[in-house]
């Protein structure tokens, strides 16, 4: 049941893995050919005061992003930090109102969404936030934290109630003893499994995920994203993941976003990004990777100076004052297509 068939895709059949099928690949490849989220032009500032004598200056953190996501696709978000990737995921889950352009869910513009069409939204898009403890609330037993958006949602009554919790706490290496305690109780990595079960309770299609492995250590962190491929393929869920390790992007990601000061500068398949990436930013990344093979790494490009401030974009190309290829006359002029 896909879009342009004159069936809703909320109309779809139940995922395969609802009844313990693990589905075929040519499935996710059907589906994939179908815009679920979009963006144009999507802007947002924040206004910021540099002085008590002068009024606020808007610092511009997301600045005209245009991007696509296909259902059952991951698409991954990099850069450093203060790039705005987060603030785009923000917008992009209708926790931020932009400025300008906008973001649309299959097609609707979520400005538009309201009501049972809003609540439809927050069901089908979900969130795996960066610090898995402060996500968490302290004074709920991690059974309640799992099963809050099931009982917003309608979900939560009934006799199956407690089975499917138990079912949802063992999809992600969690047991029912679990259940009872409270999230001081776990490690880093168990905490973000918790964050993983409350995005999942509720079947979504969409999950963003803000550097769901940054604040884990490495051993923990391959779990994690063992975990969420596992998940992707078994629920046909699509992934927006938001990461500044590209080697976690690469093993995950079908496509790359790369940000600097709130644009997108490059963006393609992964393979392609990393085989024969365009932008001197984006091969800066890239050169910082550490390669174990012997001889695997190439010359390291160490950049001038840092990130600009976001309340000062430089003119033209925002790349240009750090970029060792840069020509003034044109680069401070013009942005490179």
Known sequence: SLP???????????????????????????????????????????PVRTSPFRGAVPLRAVNCVTLSLAEGETLGLAGESGSGKS?????????????GGAALYRG???GDLHGADLLGFRKDVQMIFQDPYSSLNPRMRVGDIIGEPLKIH???????????????????????????????????????????????????????ADEPVSALD?????????LLQELKEEYLLSFILIAHD????????????????????EMGNAEDVFSG??????????????????????????LKGDIPSPLATPPGCPFHPRCPHAVPDICAVRVPP
């Open 4 to 46: 342009g068939q004159g069936v809703e895709m909320r109309d779809r059949p139940a995922s395969p893995a609802r009844h313990g099928i693990r589905p075929a690949r040519p499935l996710l490849e059907i589906l994939m050919n179908h815009t679920l989220l979009e963006t144009r032009d999507i802007s947002k500032s924040f």
């Open 87 to 99: 603030t785009l995921g923000k917008l992009l889950l209708r926790l931020l109102k932009p400025d």
């Open 108 to 110: 609707r513009s979520l």
């Open 154 to 208: 309608g979900l939560g009554t009934g006799d199956g109630y407690r089975e499917r919790l138990v079912s949802l706490a063992g999809r992600v290496g969690l047991t029912e003893e679990h259940l009872r305690r409270y999230p001081h109780e776990f490690s880093g990595g168990q905490r973000q499994r918790i964050g993983i079960a409350r995005a999942l309770a509720v079947s979504p299609r969409l999950i963003i």
């Open 218 to 226: 490495l051993s923990i962190q391959a779990q994690i994203i063992n």
């Open 246 to 265: 590209l080697t976690v992007l690469r093993h995950m990601s079908d496509r790359i976003a790369v940000m600097y000061l709130g644009t997108i500068v």
């Open 277 to 302: 990436c365009l932008h001197p930013y984006t091969e800066a990344l890239l050169s910082a990777v550490p390669h174990l093979e012997r001889g695997g790494r190439g010359k390291r490009i160490v």
